[in-house]
């Protein structure tokens, strides 16, 4: 526990969820509205895990994890992409670019904490 | 949710007018990609977070709508005026979905369809680009693993690639979930690990070979590793435990285990099996296996040997018939014991002899244990009584001409068998009540808008040392207006009473007290409730009730675990003690000359700004004695009335062994049994409920004058029973 998950989605509401579900579990939640405010969250912030959307404006899901991914302190972090679409093309390029699950929207709190404890123990 | 229902209608009201800004740029300049992005985002949010929160129309309606400005964004389609149009028309519609959920109605559906239809047009009839929105995606979790009855063996091959801590798995909380499934048993090959000079330490050399007996389906243990499937080599099979070798608890020997995994021919066995020493040492010395090899199918052997074991254990213990009567001596026995110990221990600390402080501490420690056995023989699910419920219930709602269906939870709770006895009584009668009084007629549910079929909901759960159990119908709950006409009528209450709605509410377990004006064979004349009340507090547990006009009441019952032994408060005045139960005691505070000059002679005692009535323990019970200069006050809360009790002293804590104060005494107002403690003195446990009923009604203030012998001095209770 005591763990920072940086959450990254244009959709108010998907942060709230995300935030809400997560900090009851304990875990510390930074927000990000995109991308670009990711990345720019992240050079103050540590974070132990990332969740992101994948189609957000200024730098998308894909592109977040690509530039995570290239950034030494990333390397091993878990980054899971939490997206609507649930296509084979759209997960193979996140995984290709690093992410190392998804959770397809909608999806019910518990998911998101059993995926969380998955990758953070 | 309904906040975050009110969150999401702020955020969509919030795109639509982004979304309106953008396709009204966009009809200017049709080829603008940032505004294509825009609505494409605006619409997949729309969708997304819809979807989330119970917003099923609008996620259905924009999924067309993104799929098509998906096609524009691709450059597959061109943005034309008539479009901007339809995407306008179509957010007014959203809009309008929106406003329609609170009010919890519907926007037109005609409107929609037609609006989707008018999409549906732009999309080319291949219906390559559209995706299947539900297929089998991360949502291993989603479906709820049906346990089979069987438990299952499983060999699973865990070998991960090298490369993956790449992409942030952790293979070690994988293996945790894995624990959680059911019985594991890892082993770790790091045949792989090269020399220190080779090794890439951000590679994974490591691979397990885990043994897991479980119910969880296969496809639930593949779902633990979703993640990195493409990043790993898996493979899972069921181990061979057909009943074939059912008979013998033994599982297969090494070298067989080891030859079905291929690891070994039939030869290398044979040639091994020659020789006298163990057969892993002689595979090992052969060469044909390494030790990882050998330990890993010994893991295997080990836990089959164990789930046998269990297996044949469950068969041969089942259960024995023993008479009640037997677990009440024995909880009895026990109850001496743990009298006798706290004697032992209160001798052994003044001898100052380590011997026997050493025997003392582990007599203590034994005769807990014994004591917690016994205590948990003596517990019962509860779903023994419960089942009982079905039949009254179904009785009953014939009987009545009502459509009742009776749930069950929490049937596993286990509570002490002399709880379940006494319970049954006052369950009945509460749900008795619920099906008379509570449900309506099928015809007046539906004429309110519920389902025709009332529901009646028993549940009972664990809460510290309680069990709670509680009765829910969702039937018409309290009028709490008739409540309160009837109790004036009834003269219960003073007409210019001023109650709260809880207040009312607790005005139906005042004795004499019915709301029904027909008497009906099924409840009777409504007498239950105080005697319901009066039952449970007898078993030192408490009953509340919350009801909400029009959706139903839910009677709750806070009952100890057990009837044997509780948690007491140990308190002295002068020479004798008492204890107060501890589930009653909200804390323990001084009283000084100077509050007891404050309040006038009332007995009264401010206690951060609230004044708490108090009952002098010493003066009722007429104790002479030296008063202390400073007493203390125990404050009890019950029924949501705070009274304090005056006490010489508070002297902690006492695990309180009940007995009952036999044939003669058993009718003493104010004290509830009795307990031994390990001086051997017995100290009286305290009927709070009923003294502070008794100071109420006023009967009980006569204190003896001094000059009683010494011991027990409960003069007027007791010379009202004798009399």
């Known amino acids: 526990m005591g763990r920072t998950i940086l959450s990254v989605d244009d959709s108010a509401s998907i942060r709230q969820m995300v935030m809400f579900t997560l900090t009851k579990e304990g875990y510390t939640v930074v927000e990000a509205v995109d991308g670009r405010d990711a990345l720019n969250k992240v050079k103050a912030t540590p974070v132990d895990m990332v969740i992101t959307d994948l189609n957000m404006p200024h730098v998308d899901g894909i592109d977040l994890i690509q530039a995570l991914r290239a950034d030494p302190a990333f390397k091993f972090v878990p980054i899971v992409m939490l997206t609507t679409e649930n296509t084979v093309e759209r997960k193979d390029a996140g995984k290709h670019a690093g992410a190392t699950g998804w959770i397809v929207k909608p999806f019910k709190p518990e998911q998101l904490v059993a995926v969380v404890r998955k990758l953070l123990g | ?723």
Request: proline share 4%; aromatic share 4%; with cysteine.
């Open chain 2, 1 to 723: 949710m309904d906040a975050q229902k009110q969150l999401f209608r702020e955020e969509a009201y919030e795109l639509l007018t982004v979304l309106e800004g953008a396709l009204l740029d966009l009809e200017q300049n049709p080829g603008d990609g940032e505004n294509i992005g825009k609505v494409f985002r605006a619409m997949h949010t729309l969708k997304g977070s819809g979807a989330m929160f119970g917003f099923d129309d609008i996620a259905a309606f924009t999924h067309t709508i993104e799929t098509v400005y998906n096609l524009v964004r691709d450059g597959k389609l061109k943005v034309t005026q008539e479009l901007v149009s339809l995407t306008l028309k179509s957010c007014d519609q959203i809009r309008a979905m929106l406003d329609a959920s609170l009010k919890d109605s519907v926007a037109d559906t005609a409107r929609t369809d037609i609006i989707t239809m008018e999409f549906q047009k732009y999309i080319p009839a291949e219906g390559d680009t559209e995706n299947p929105d539900q297929g089998p995606g991360p949502s291993c979790e989603e479906n709820p693993s049906a346990p089979q009855a069987r438990l299952m063996t499983y060999r699973i091959r865990f070998n991960p690639h090298r490369d993956l801590f790449a992409n942030g798995t952790n293979p070690v909380p994988l293996l945790n979930e894995l624990q959680g499934m059911g019985e594991c048993s890892i082993n770790c090959s790091m045949q792989d690990l090269p020399g220190l000079d080779e090794m890439d330490p951000e590679s994974c050399y490591a691979s397990w070979d885990i043994i897991m007996t479980t119910q969880a389906r296969e496809d639930d243990i593949r779902g633990i590793f979703i993640f990195v499937e493409d990043t790993s080599d898996l493979s899972l099979e069921t181990i061979q435990d057909g009943p074939a070798y059912d008979h013998d608890i033994e599982y297969k020997k090494v070298g067989e285990i080891l030859l079905d995994r291929g690891v070994i021919a039939r030869d290398d066995l044979d040639k091994a099996l020659g020789s006298q020493k163990r057969i892993g040492e002689v595979l090992l010395d052969a060469g044909v296996v390494d030790r990882t090899q050998i330990s890993s199918a010994l893991a295997e052997q080990e836990q089959i040997r164990a789930l046998r074991k269990k297996r044949a254990a469950v068969e041969e213990s089942s259960s024995i018939r023993v008479p009640a009567q037997k677990l009440d001596d024995l909880v009895n026995l026990v109850g001496e014991l743990v009298t006798i110990q706290a004697r032992l221990t209160q001798f052994a600390a003044h001898k100052n002899d380590p011997d026997l402080a050493g025997i003392a501490e582990e007599v203590e420690r034994l005769s807990a244990a014994l004591r917690d056995i016994a205590m948990g023989i003596r517990m019962l699910p509860i779903g023994t009584l419960f089942s009982k419920f079905k039949r009254l219930v179904r009785d009953l709602s014939h009987e009545l001409g009502k459509d009742i269906s009776l749930v069950m939870e929490g049937e596993e709770t286990e509570l002490d068998k002399a709880m379940i006895d006494k319970l049954s009584d006052p369950l009945v009668h509460l749900i008795r009540n619920s099906i008379d009084h509570g449900i309506e007629s099928s015809a007046a549910r539906v004429a309110s808008g519920k389902p025709s079929q009332g529901t009646i909901t028993v549940s009972a759960s664990h809460s510290g040392a309680y069990v709670l159990i509680s009765i829910t119908d969702d039937g018409k709950g309290l009028d709490t207006e008739a409540i309160k006409a009837k109790a004036m009528e009834k003269g219960l209450i003073p007409p210019d009473a001023a109650l709260d709605e809880h207040e009312i509410q607790g005005l139906i377990f005042v004795p004499g007290f019915s709301t029904s004006s027909t008497v009906t064979s099924v409840s009777g004349r409504g007498v239950g409730m105080d005697v319901v009340k009066t039952g449970i507090e007898s078993l030192g547990g408490r009953v509340e009730i919350r009801s909400a006009k029009g959706y139903g009441t839910t009677i709750t019952l806070k009952l100890p675990l057990t009837l044997a032994i509780i948690d007491g408060l140990l308190v002295a005045i002068g020479n004798e003690f008492f204890i107060i139960p501890l589930g009653v005691v909200v804390e323990c505070v001084d009283l000084t000359d100077d509050d007891i000059k404050h309040a006038h002679g009332r007995h009264l005692i401010k206690v951060r700004e609230e004044i708490i009535p108090y009952i002098h323990l010493g003066r009722h019970f007429g104790l002479t004695g030296e008063r202390p200069t400073i007493e203390q006050v125990v404050i009890t809360e019950l029924g949501g009335s705070r009274i304090g009790f005056v006490v010489d002293k508070v002297v902690g804590q006492h695990q309180t062994v009940i007995k009952n104060l036999g044939r003669m005494l058993k009718e003493i107002d104010g004290v509830s049994g009795a307990t031994i403690m390990g001086d051997g003195t017995v100290a009286l446990i305290l009927d709070v409920n009923r003294l502070v009923g008794q100071v109420e009604a006023g009967e009980a203030t006569s204190v003896c004058g001094g000059g009683s012998p010494a011991g027990l001095k409960i003069t007027s209770p007791i010379n009202k029973s004798a009399a």
